[in-house]
Nanobody
Framework: VQLQASGGGLVQPGDSLKLSCAGS????????MGWFRQAPGKEREFVGA????????YIVNSVKDRFTISRDNAKNTVHLQMNSLKPEDTAAYLC????????????????WGQGTLVTVSS
């Protein structure tokens, strides 16, 4: 499966962004999907994950009040809705596909998109 993340950009603190991860080559219903982020000079950080059917999500505590994950299996797409963005959310955001459900480590993801850059700055 190939993954393509999109929707990043330059926004101001407090703004919202909705990232998308589109799959091709194979149905994403085969996979639990996850979002990670990587800031310059830092390790890749798990943000959240969603089950194959989209009936359950897990989002890290640091952003769970502001971020939500959803998926549209009919469109083979997964989304990350980010609200009330802060400068510390600045990072490249990557989506991954895993055979595990609600996987939280990068090593559980066998497929990755290329990342989309989110910059939060006034």
């Amino acid at each position: 499966v190939q993954l393509q993340a999109s929707g990043g950009g330059l926004v101001q603190p407090g703004d919202s962004l909705k990232l998308s991860c589109a799959g091709s080559g194979r149905s994403l219903t085969r996979y639990g999907m996850g979002w990670f982020r990587q800031a310059p000079g830092k390790e890749r950080e798990f943000v959240g994950a969603i089950t194959r059917r989209g009936d359950s999500t897990y989002i890290v505590n640091s952003v769970k009040d502001r971020f939500t994950i959803s998926r549209d299996n009919a469109k083979n797409t997964v989304h990350l809705q980010m609200n009330s963005l802060k400068p510390e959310d600045t990072a490249a955001y990557l989506c991954g596909a895993s055979i595990d459900s609600l996987a939280t480590t990068r090593y559980q993801y066998g497929y990755w998109g290329q990342g989309t850059l989110v910059t939060v700055s006034s």
